[in-house]
């Protein structure tokens, strides 16, 4: 049963790295202008995620629940960040984009607003990066992480950080797209809403809209589709199987203004986007591997080791290891101990071994600091 639990563990901690690198190619294929097939692909990938995902933190929960540890497991052992980066997902980032992506990208006059809801959710998919918080559990093999103390650190600070980092632009990009505070699609939003009344002006006559839109879409070429709320196409830069071919139901804006319908190509704001998120998937992998590699073995040295070798000489007989003290960090707290346990203890340690009194006798830091004033 254990062998079990540590293989489908490994197959976890898989899922979280090939996920990782999803996150990544998610934003990368908007900015490389991939294909729509492969970026159809992610989408499906990113739906076989977060289904497994949820599947993984319900049966977590599940299993916390029937030991009496559900609490224990969403706070302490951090499963919110398991719920966070599964079930909001999967209902308001991938199962969307999937259906959307069923619905099919040329019948994009069917789908109308819906298009909008995608630009809303789609922010949401930030949240796919706490994912990397649980990557933490690949360093334990690190010689500075296998300290108990160290990993008790440096993943609830990593938490923290990344935690704040994600929520923040979560927030930030939900409120951009609810249009609450502006954003960098601010300026094209009002272009593209000024437009589309210059179409609607002439009112939803199909004769007369039809010169109109073609006369709009001239001077923008990001208008791609125009027609009478509720009516049929009245005018279309492409062929309905253009469409199919290079967009995805993600990469049309949608407006109604007066009556008339109007589609835009919204694929040269999601390549902002996408470049923006690219800019802050690196920023949140160089947080937590600075925290990995810069900070766990500054407290490893400073703290952790300090604290091992004075532990193991007060519980090992034939341990005499003095704690070496940096002079930089000499008046800390954990070196001014060490200080007590190189100058006093150790001492008494090897003269009571010398007079054959057996082991030296198990002394707390109040004996210490009593030894110390003697001396």
């Known amino acids: 049963m254990r062998k079990v639990a540590e293989f489908l563990e490994t197959v976890v ?7 990782l690198v999803h996150t990544f190619l998610d934003d990368y294929s908007i900015l490389a202008g991939w294909s729509v097939r492969a970026r159809s692909w992610i989408i499906w990938i990113g739906l076989g995620f977060d289904i497994f995902f949820t599947i993984e933190f319900l049966t977590r929960f599940y299993l916390a629940l029937s030991n009496g540890q559900g609490t224990r497991y969403f706070f302490r052992e951090r499963g919110w960040i398991d719920f966070l980066a599964s079930i909001p997902l999967l209902l308001l980032n991938s199962l969307p984009h999937a259906l959307a992506l069923l619905a099919g990208a040329g019948l994009v006059s069917g789908l109308g607003s819906f298009l909008n809801v995608l630009k809303v959710i789609k922010a949401v998919r930030i949240a796919r990066i706490l994912r990397l918080l649980r990557v933490v559990k690949l360093f334990r ?12 650190h440096v993943s609830p600070i990593t938490t923290i950080a990344v935690s704040i980092l994600v929520l923040w632009t979560l927030g930030a990009s939900v409120m951009e797209g609810v249009g609450i505070i502006p954003g960098i699609e601010g300026p094209f939003s009002e272009g593209q809403a000024a437009r589309a009344a210059a179409i609607a002006q002439v009112g939803r006559t199909p004769s007369v809209l039809v010169q109109r839109a073609a006369a709009v879409a001239a001077l923008d070429a990001t208008i791609l589709v125009v027609r009478p709320q509720g009516g049929a196409v009245v005018w279309s830069r492409y062929a309905p199987a253009y469409y199919t071919e290079y967009f995805l139901p993600g990469d049309f804006g949608y407006l109604l203004s007066g009556g008339v319908e109007v589609f835009y190509d919204q694929r040269p704001q999601s390549v ?3 470049r923006e998120g690219l800019v802050f998937f690196v920023a949140v992998v160089l947080t937590v591997l600075a925290f ?4 766990a073995p500054r407290f490893a040295m400073q703290i952790s080791d300090p604290i091992h070798v004075m532990k193991r000489g007060m519980s090992e007989s034939d341990y005499n290891l003095e704690v070496r003290i940096p002079a930089e960090h000499a008046d800390d707290d954990v070196f001014e101990l060490a200080a007590l346990y190189n100058s006093v203890y150790l001492p008494l340690k090897d003269r009571l071994g010398n007079e054959g009194q057996g082991p030296a006798p198990a002394l707390k830091i109040n004996d210490l600091r009593d030894l110390a ?3």
């Open 13 to 19: 901690v898989v899922a979280i790295i090939l996920v």
């Open 141 to 152: 093999g690190i010689r500075y992480a296998r300290s108990p103390m160290a990993q008790g």
């Open 272 to 274: 902002s986007a996408a």
């Open 292 to 295: 990995l590699f810069v900070y």
């Open 373 to 375: 004033d003697k001396t």
